[in-house]
Each structure stands twice: as structure tokens, then as C-alpha cells.
């Protein structure tokens, strides 16, 4: 008997090993997921907040069964609704296309009338394996990659846990009525804690996050979330509030924009950084240390804005000073809403109303109404902004958006710089680069200089912005651009001087800019009373170039005859308002002057 039970229990162990020629079984077919049957679903059912989501809910089947089933990326988001195609070409490594998780965690934990999807079975099959193979992405000190494979980096790193902190929210929230596998819920909890504590430990991330903010500051949003559902985590905390007060002194420029590429940009700061502070501020609230600098941030980040982002006549969009971008490269900003408004008084400017909001309801509503079940196709391109299904879409659902009245914005409108008074100079100046940036206003215009060191490839220093209390801005100088940029171009030249360092002089009240144009030019720029006065002398053949704005084509008069000129249409900016640059060919000298009308 007892070498019978030995050879039994050898037996039995044997049976343990993987045994040759034979494969673990696959796991069972996905169904696919259904598409939307609007006949079931009501416009009333969705509140007013939730407009947005009929397109979203129409196409979700799409996306969600571009969720790769079989084999090795079994899970990876195959459908470039997130990132760009370019990005999600790249391959399987790429943790930023993978955030698209939130978008399926969105419709899988969400109870509301009009959504059929919730506690579906086979949006959790495909919910469950992008879990699995984010979690399998990770490197094991808690980095995740995104340019290459293993090439481990803080964007990866840092939205991953805002954008997961958000999924794990939803997952609770769900509970039982829309679970997933307990265990790969407690190895994505823990995927996420990792990432939190490596970015909050990793100087060589932190290092990078001072040069790119809007990377760094993700883990703010991501780490408040986490002690939210967590509250008895003891390591996050005290990293979160040394790292965030930390990066109050490091990340932000006197002038008040927070770097990127260590100078100004607009769009990364007011959309990433902007959604960072309002997740951050959403679980800290404005009574605490955190929530208190959060809102002195916004502040003088608004107060920079209200230099560089210009109210159009009639309200209907801000135009920026747009040469000075050093990543990004928008023309303008229609409006920017979060919580901040509610404390932050200049942050009501820019905001949209009450009033505005009201109407866009009700129009929004007979819109859907007179084509429900009808929604555009979704369309792919390259790059974050040809993503046709954000995750953004769905992250900020929870947090609050305050939406002053119309006479609260009109009174801070009212206190913009340029509005405030017709008659100043201000010149800000930067401590990490020689970046000086000079706004001026007079009784006709208001313009804005920007000289010192050239960043990044994009920026077009020198006159970057006009703009009139009348014709609204009327000179703006193109990120980028070879053409449709302001300044001096030698001939031959592929770019202006001004795509370089303009180290500019000015006299004592900053009326006058002096500045050399390579090594035998040189410039000077007046702003006087009605008009901006510009002498270049250049030796040999030069051209000059003024980009201005308009709805029509330019006419231009000249008192000269030995000066020569033409206008090259450039790109519609918004509205119906394109750039049509004035190209002037000279020799040896060019003096010229720009009247702007009261």
C-alpha cells in the first residue's frame, strides 16, 4: 500500500508538468460588441452636461472591437482613435495609445439610461485584456515606453496614472455591477502605485519634467486619485506634496507660463497642464496647501494670458501671441473652463458663460434632435489632435466646471491689460533662458515684442502681435513659418532673421527696439503714438515681410517707387480670417510704417 500511494502521487505530480507537443487552450472567442440601437434610446435621457456623448456612445462597438483578440498583443488598441495613426503604427509598445482603457472602463462602469453597455460581458473581455497587456507593458521598477520599444520615458510613465486613476475610480464606483477579474484588478492597482512612486522618486524624470512641465504634472492628478481610493497609503503622500512644491518653484517661468521646451507654449499648458490642475484640484479642493498654490498658478498663469491672448471684438475667440510658442503652434483659443473661475477672477475672461452655455444647450439639443441616430464618420489622422475618440472625453466627468455669468466675465474682461488702459509699456523677462517679452499698448493698437534667445526651431521672435480695440488683432506672426512670418529675409534666405536670437536694445521707456540683422544689418522698431515705424538697413537685396490678418485680400500703398512689393496668401487662422503676408523687396535700406486707424 505504500508504494502504491508513492507511485500514485508520482503520477499525479507528473501530470503538473506541461507536457510536450500540447498548448495551454486559448481563451474562449469574443463576441463582438454591439452597435447602438438608437430606436431604444432617448435624447431626454442624456442631462445636459452629457450632449457630447451620443457621438461617442454611436461609434463606441467600433472601438471597442478594434481591441486586438489573438496572440501576443492580444489587447493592444488597434484602431488609432487615440494618439494619431502615426503614433499607433509605431507598435505595440506604445503605453500613450493604450490610454484609450479609459474609454472602454467609461461605458463598461457608467449606469445611465441611455447607455447599453454597462456591465456588458463582452466589453469586459476586451476591457480586461487592454488591463492585462498595459500591465505587461510595464518595466519592472513601474515605467512604461512609448517612442520605441523599452525606451521608458515620463509621458509614458506620468499620464498612465491619471488617466488609470480615473479607470480604477470608475471600477469602484461600478462595484459588482460591472467588476472585473479580481486579481488583474489588484495587479493594475499596483501597476499604477508603481508608476506613481517611480515618477515621484526618479530624479532623472523629474529632470525632465522641469523642461516639460504638462509631462511632470500628470502625476499630481494620477497620485490624488490613487490616496482617494487608497486613504491609508502611507509612502505617496509625503513624495506627492515634496515633489508638487517642489515644482511650484522649478516649473514656472517669473513670467508666468510654465515651461515647455523651457519656454512659453500655449496650447500644452492650457489643455494637459490645464486638465493636471483641475483633477489635482478636485480631490485637494481649494482649502488646502495644494488647492491654495494651484490657484495662485492659475492666477498668474491667467495674468500672462491676459498679455498674450487678445479678446476679438465680439467675443468670439482670444488670438494669441502666437511666435513665442515653443512646441505647439494653434492661432487661437476659443475658451478655457475648469474650476478655477469660481476663486481666480482673471481666469473668468477666458471663460465660457452661463449664458453661453445655456444657448449652446438648447441648440445643441435641436441639433441632436433633428438628426438623432446621425453622426459624423470618425475620421483618423496624424497626431494627437486627428484622435477622433479621446480619452480626455471621459476624464473629466467628475470634476467640476464653474461657469461665471456673463457680467462676472465681462467685469474681468474689463481688467485685461489691454482693455484696462489704453496707454502703457510692460516688459517681462524670463530667469531660466534671455527670453523679454515687451507689450505695448497705445490709443490705436496694442502690440507685443518678443526678442532675446531663440528656443526651439519654431519660434518667430521680433513683432509678434497687433492688435486693434476696432479690427481686433491685425498682424500676427506664424509659428513655423518661412513665409508668413514677420521680418527681414536676405536674399536667398530660406527663413527671416527673426527665426533666430533677436538680441534687441531697447532706450529707457522701451519704446524703441535695436537689434543687428546677421553680421552687417541691423533694425530698429518705434512705437509711437498711431503707428510702429520700422527701419531696416541691410546691405544688398532683402525682402520684408508682414503678416497680416484679414477676411479679404490686402490692398497696399507705397510713396516709393523704388520699393517693389506683393502679398502671398497664407492660411485661414479662424473664422474667415486668414494671413496674407505683404512681401517688400528692397536694396541696402527700407523704412516703413504701420498706421492703424482708431
Given at each position: 500500500?505504500?508504494?502504491?500511494?508513492?507511485g500514485?502521487?508520482?503520477?499525479?505530480?507528473?501530470?503538473?508538468?506541461p507536457l510536450?507537443?500540447?498548448?495551454a487552450?486559448?481563451?474562449?472567442?469574443?463576441?463582438?460588441v454591439?452597435?447602438?440601437d438608437?430606436?431604444?434610446?432617448k435624447?431626454?435621457?442624456?442631462?445636459?452636461?452629457?450632449?457630447?456623448?451620443?457621438?461617442?456612445l454611436h461609434?463606441f462597438?467600433?472601438?471597442a472591437?478594434?481591441v486586438?483578440?489573438n496572440g501576443?498583443?492580444?489587447?493592444?488598441?488597434?484602431?488609432p482613435?487615440?494618439?494619431?495613426?502615426?503614433?499607433?503604427q509605431?507598435?505595440?509598445?506604445?503605453?500613450r495609445v493604450m490610454?484609450s482603457?479609459?474609454?472602454?472602463?467609461?461605458?463598461?462602469?457608467?449606469?445611465?439610461?441611455?447607455?447599453?453597455?454597462f456591465?456588458?460581458?463582452n466589453?469586459?473581455?476586451?476591457?480586461?485584456?487592454?488591463?492585462?497587456?498595459?500591465?505587461?507593458?510595464?518595466?519592472?521598477?513601474g515605467?512604461?515606453?512609448?517612442?520605441?520599444?523599452q525606451?521608458?520615458?515620463?509621458p509614458?510613465?506620468?499620464?498612465?496614472?491619471?488617466?488609470?486613476?480615473?479607470?480604477?475610480?470608475?471600477l469602484k464606483?461600478?462595484?459588482?455591477?460591472?467588476?472585473?477579474?479580481?486579481a488583474l484588478h489588484?495587479?493594475?492597482?499596483?501597476?499604477?502605485?508603481?508608476?506613481?512612486?517611480?515618477?515621484l522618486?526618479?530624479e532623472?524624470?523629474?529632470?525632465?519634467?522641469?523642461r516639460?512641465?504638462n509631462q511632470?504634472?500628470?502625476?499630481?492628478?494620477?497620485?490624488?486619485?490613487?490616496?482617494?481610493?487608497?486613504?491609508?497609503?502611507?509612502e505617496i503622500?509625503?513624495l506627492l506634496?515634496?515633489?508638487?512644491?517642489?515644482?511650484?518653484?522649478?516649473?514656472?517661468?517669473?513670467?508666468?507660463y510654465?515651461?515647455?521646451?523651457d519656454?512659453?507654449?500655449f496650447?500644452?499648458?492650457?489643455?494637459?497642464?490645464h486638465s493636471n490642475a483641475?483633477?489635482?484640484?478636485h480631490?485637494?479642493g481649494?482649502d488646502?496647501?495644494?488647492?491654495a498654490?494651484?490657484?495662485?498658478q492659475d492666477a498668474a498663469?491667467n495674468?500672462w494670458?491676459?498679455y498674450?491672448l487678445?479678446?476679438?471684438?465680439?467675443?468670439?475667440t482670444?488670438?494669441?501671441?502666437?511666435?513665442?510658442?515653443?512646441?505647439?503652434?494653434?492661432?487661437n483659443?476659443d475658451?478655457?473652463?475648469g474650476?478655477?473661475?469660481e476663486?481666480?477672477?482673471?481666469?473668468?475672461a477666458?471663460?465660457?458663460?452661463?449664458e453661453e452655455?445655456?444657448?449652446?444647450?438648447?441648440?445643441?439639443?435641436?441639433e441632436?434632435?433633428?438628426?438623432?441616430?446621425?453622426?459624423?464618420?470618425l475620421?483618423?489622422s496624424a497626431?494627437a489632435?486627428g484622435?477622433p475618440?479621446s480619452?480626455?472625453?471621459?476624464l473629466?466627468?467628475?470634476h467640476k466646471t464653474f461657469?461665471?455669468?456673463?457680467?462676472?466675465?465681462?467685469?474681468?474682461?474689463?481688467?485685461?491689460?489691454?482693455?484696462?488702459?489704453?496707454?502703457?509699456?510692460?516688459?517681462?523677462?524670463?530667469?531660466?533662458?534671455?527670453?523679454?517679452?515687451?507689450?505695448?499698448r497705445?490709443r490705436t493698437?496694442?502690440?507685443?515684442?518678443?526678442?532675446?534667445e531663440h528656443?526651439?526651431?519654431?519660434?518667430?521672435?521680433?513683432l509678434?502681435?497687433i492688435w486693434?480695440?476696432?479690427?481686433g488683432?491685425?498682424?500676427?506672426?506664424?509659428?513655423?513659418?518661412?513665409?508668413?512670418?514677420?521680418?527681414?529675409?536676405?536674399?536667398g534666405?530660406?527663413?527671416?532673421?527673426e527665426a533666430?536670437?533677436?538680441a534687441?536694445?531697447f532706450n529707457?521707456?522701451?519704446?524703441?527696439?535695436?537689434y543687428?540683422?546677421?553680421?552687417?544689418?541691423k533694425?530698429s522698431?518705434?512705437?509711437?503714438e498711431?503707428?510702429?515705424?520700422?527701419?531696416?538697413?541691410?546691405p544688398g537685396?532683402?525682402?520684408e515681410q508682414?503678416?497680416?490678418?484679414?477676411?479679404d485680400?490686402?490692398?497696399?500703398?507705397?510713396?516709393s517707387s523704388?520699393?517693389s512689393?506683393?502679398?502671398?496668401?497664407?492660411?485661414?487662422?479662424?473664422?474667415?480670417?486668414?494671413?496674407h503676408?505683404v512681401?517688400?523687396?528692397a536694396?541696402?535700406?527700407?523704412?516703413?510704417?504701420?498706421?492703424?486707424?482708431?
Amino acid at each position: 500500500m505504500k508504494n502504491l500511494l508513492a507511485g500514485t502521487l508520482v503520477i499525479l505530480a507528473s501530470l503538473c508538468l506541461p507536457l510536450a507537443g500540447f498548448a495551454a487552450p486559448a481563451p474562449a472567442p469574443w463576441e463582438k460588441v454591439a452597435p447602438v440601437d438608437w430606436s431604444k434610446i432617448k435624447l431626454a435621457d442624456f442631462t445636459d452636461d452629457q450632449l457630447d456623448l451620443p457621438y461617442y456612445l454611436h461609434h463606441f462597438h467600433t472601438v471597442a472591437n478594434a481591441v486586438e483578440e489573438n496572440g501576443p498583443t492580444r489587447g493592444f488598441m488597434t484602431l488609432p482613435v487615440w494618439r494619431g495613426r502615426d503614433k499607433n503604427q509605431q507598435g505595440p509598445h506604445n503605453a500613450r495609445v493604450m490610454e484609450s482603457y479609459l474609454t472602454l472602463a467609461f461605458f463598461y462602469c457608467t449606469d445611465r439610461p441611455w447607455n447599453p453597455y454597462f456591465g456588458d460581458r463582452n466589453v469586459r473581455d476586451r476591457l480586461e485584456a487592454m488591463l492585462t497587456f498595459w500591465c505587461n507593458m510595464q518595466n519592472p521598477d513601474g515605467r512604461f515606453s512609448e517612442y520605441k520599444p523599452q525606451g521608458w520615458n515620463l509621458p509614458a510613465t506620468a499620464f498612465a496614472t491619471k488617466f488609470m486613476g480615473q479607470t480604477l475610480t470608475l471600477l469602484k464606483r461600478a462595484g459588482d455591477r460591472a467588476p472585473i477579474d479580481a486579481a488583474l484588478h489588484k495587479r493594475v492597482i499596483d501597476a499604477d502605485r508603481k508608476a506613481i512612486l517611480v515618477v515621484l522618486t526618479n530624479e532623472d524624470l523629474y529632470k525632465h519634467g522641469t523642461r516639460f512641465t504638462n509631462q511632470y504634472t500628470n502625476v499630481f492628478a494620477g497620485a490624488a486619485a490613487y490616496l482617494d481610493l487608497f486613504p491609508d497609503e502611507k509612502e505617496i503622500p509625503p513624495l506627492l506634496e515634496k515633489k508638487f512644491f517642489q515644482a511650484d518653484k522649478d516649473f514656472r517661468s517669473p513670467c508666468g507660463y510654465f515651461y515647455e521646451a523651457d519656454g512659453p507654449d500655449f496650447g500644452y499648458t492650457l489643455h494637459t497642464h490645464h486638465s493636471n490642475a483641475r483633477m489635482t484640484y478636485h480631490y485637494f479642493g481649494h482649502d488646502t496647501p495644494i488647492g491654495a498654490t494651484l490657484e495662485k498658478q492659475d492666477a498668474a498663469w491667467n495674468d500672462w494670458l491676459g498679455y498674450n491672448l487678445l479678446r476679438e471684438p465680439d467675443g468670439s475667440t482670444f488670438v494669441f501671441n502666437r511666435g513665442v510658442q515653443t512646441r505647439q503652434n494653434q492661432p487661437n483659443w476659443d475658451r478655457q473652463d475648469g474650476p478655477f473661475g469660481e476663486r481666480v477672477e482673471n481666469a473668468r475672461a477666458f471663460a465660457t458663460t452661463r449664458e453661453e452655455r445655456d444657448a449652446w444647450v438648447k441648440t445643441q439639443r435641436a441639433e441632436l434632435s433633428k438628426n438623432w441616430g446621425k453622426f459624423p464618420d470618425l475620421v483618423f489622422s496624424a497626431g494627437a489632435r486627428g484622435s477622433p475618440v479621446s480619452p480626455y472625453s471621459f476624464l473629466h466627468r467628475d470634476h467640476k466646471t464653474f461657469y461665471p455669468t456673463n457680467a462676472q466675465r465681462d467685469a474681468a474682461v474689463a481688467k485685461l491689460p489691454y482693455l484696462a488702459s489704453d496707454n502703457f509699456i510692460k516688459q517681462l523677462k524670463d530667469t531660466r533662458k534671455n527670453a523679454v517679452f515687451t507689450f505695448v499698448r497705445r490709443r490705436t493698437y496694442y502690440a507685443a515684442f518678443n526678442s532675446g534667445e531663440h528656443i526651439t526651431d519654431q519660434q518667430r521672435l521680433g513683432l509678434g502681435v497687433i492688435w486693434s480695440p476696432k479690427a481686433g488683432t491685425i498682424l500676427q506672426s506664424q509659428t513655423g513659418s518661412d513665409d508668413h512670418a514677420w521680418g527681414t529675409r536676405a536674399d536667398g534666405a530660406e527663413k527671416v532673421y527673426e527665426a533666430g536670437d533677436v538680441a534687441a536694445r531697447f532706450n529707457d521707456d522701451f519704446t524703441q527696439a535695436n537689434y543687428p540683422l546677421g553680421s552687417g544689418g541691423k533694425k530698429s522698431v518705434v512705437f509711437a503714438e498711431g503707428r510702429i515705424e520700422v527701419l531696416v538697413e541691410h546691405p544688398g537685396n532683402f525682402t520684408e515681410q508682414i503678416p497680416l490678418l484679414a477676411t479679404d485680400a490686402i490692398e497696399v500703398y507705397t510713396s516709393s517707387s523704388k520699393v517693389s512689393w506683393l502679398t502671398k496668401d497664407g492660411p485661414k487662422v479662424f473664422g474667415e480670417r486668414a494671413v496674407h503676408t505683404v512681401v517688400i523687396s528692397a536694396t541696402d535700406s527700407l523704412k516703413y510704417r504701420l498706421h492703424i486707424k482708431p
